[in-house]
């Protein structure tokens, strides 16, 4: 009889025990899981737009901090149950594996902090027109890993984030003007005033030129066969269709009137000299 008596005294505790550490991680585990949903998360959402980061940063670190928010949640629920000793094991082996994951993944985690970056500083936006080493085109789509970038040859490309956040890129249309200029060469006989006025009138007769400011024209050259002019001029509301037209029609221009002005508009020549001589052997038969 004692015996028995002792077994179930011994039950009891047991059973006792388990409730209690079942109580413990149920109310650990919901009081930060609560904080998390309710406090945390959006407090981040909060603090996330009023930096101005875009959608889809948002949408990242609250996935991110959701998870971390489940993660921690256990943890605590182990702890008040009185799991310590399990955490502990079960956070050097989490650690190991983020560790190798990290190694593995470190290429992949650079695109993704890049493009948190280009998102929140946004150098440029879909739609841009950018250059960047030899290549060019139109911005299609930003993703937090690439950027999706349309050719003027009207090709995808698609261009990881850490390379476009680690290089020099080019926005021509990040502001309201752009400004031109194109270097046309005259002969060294050629009046080089006449040339200048015609320049800058043909600009000045272009609508889509601005006035203010002015075009302007500078002799920037001597080369072996010509007189360099440079022209400079803006133009508002730059797109890359606007920017080769309006260049295409106002140095047309400026060549039509050269030619009615008997302004040339010279190449380079070259000559050689010397001579050729040819010997020629016969065999004998």
Request: aromatic share 10%.
């Amino acid at each position: 009889m004692l015996l028995l008596q002792l077994d179930a005294v011994t039950t009891a505790v047991d059973v006792a025990a388990i409730a209690t550490s079942v109580v413990g991680f149920v109310a650990g585990f919901l009081a930060v899981l609560l904080l998390g949903k309710y406090v945390v998360i959006p407090g981040l959402r909060r603090i996330v737009r009023s930096r101005g980061f875009d959608e889809a940063v948002v949408s990242l670190g609250t996935n991110v901090l959701n998870a971390v928010v489940w993660v921690a949640a256990i943890a605590i629920g182990f702890a008040v149950a009185g799991y310590g000793g399990f955490l502990s094991a079960f956070a050097v082996f989490g650690g190991a594996i983020a560790l190798a994951v990290g190694f593995a993944a470190q290429d992949l985690l650079g695109n993704f902090v890049a493009g948190v970056f280009i998102l929140k500083d946004k150098p440029f936006e879909v739609g841009d027109w950018i250059q960047w080493g030899d290549m060019s085109g139109r911005v299609e789509e930003i993703d937090l890993r690439v950027s999706r970038v349309r050719t003027f040859d009207n090709e995808l490309v698609t261009v990881p984030n850490g390379d476009l956040a680690n290089s020099a890129v080019t926005n021509p249309v990040a502001y309201d003007t752009l400004r031109q200029k194109f270097v046309f060469g005259i002969g060294y006989d050629d009046d080089i005033e006449t040339a200048t006025d015609i320049i800058v009138e043909k600009a000045e007769a272009h609508e889509e030129i601005l006035d203010d400011p002015g075009v302007s024209a500078r002799l920037v050259e001597l080369g072996d066969s010509a007189v360099g002019l440079q022209s400079r001029w803006w133009i508002a509301d730059p797109d890359r269709g606007d920017f080769v037209r309006v260049r295409s029609e106002y140095v047309t221009a400026v060549k039509e009137a050269f030619d009615d002005a008997g302004i040339d508009m010279p190449y380079v020549h070259r000559q050689l000299t010397g001579s050729v001589e040819v010997i020629e052997d016969v065999a004998d038969e």
